[in-house]
């Protein structure tokens, strides 16, 4: 073989050596670029996951400081609703009970012998039932049912209504015009906690009984 054959052949496989380096060196750089287009996408998709979990969480955090805050201002306003009607039911039940004239004292022997009824229905007799002196005597003016197993006591330090103590003082039933506005005062707060979606307290009006019933209409 001549020289010049030599030299071509020596080119050719130059120049195949040098088409082969080039094609993997085009390889391992598509690779190196996959490769880090692939780590770029998976670090863009961690911290979209991630600020989307933050956002949502930011999201619910926000939606319930709203709803605590409605719910704050509506218990405002329905407890100082509940507030007003205890308070002007106080006075006007209070005045009933301290009227003297004969509609007034109607309505409140009536009330009087309500609350009584029901109170020995839950004492039994023999009972002791004491009364302010002016319930005591509008209870006396017609007759108390199971009189004959009823002691009537004048206690001047008792509020309106009366207390009734059953037999050897087992059962007391506290039926007097603070204990009952106290009661109604618990149902409109439960009513108030109802209507904001809230469990109803079930306090007991300090441990004693308090008869339920129909209620004094002023």
Known sequence: MGVEAIVRVIEA?????????????????EERVARAEAAVEAAVAAAAERLEGELRTELVRAVNAARRR??????RALTDAVETVIERARAELGAVAAAADPPSRDRWRAALRRWLEAALAVTGTPATVRARPADAALLAESPIPGAGAVELVVDPDLPPGCRVAGPEGRVEVEATLPVRLARAEERCAEAVARALGLAPSAVDGGGRGVVGGEELRP
């Open 13 to 29: 496989e130059a120049e195949a050596e040098a088409r082969r380096l080039v094609e993997e060196a085009r390889r391992a750089a």
């Open 70 to 75: 409605r719910l704050e201002a509506e218990a």
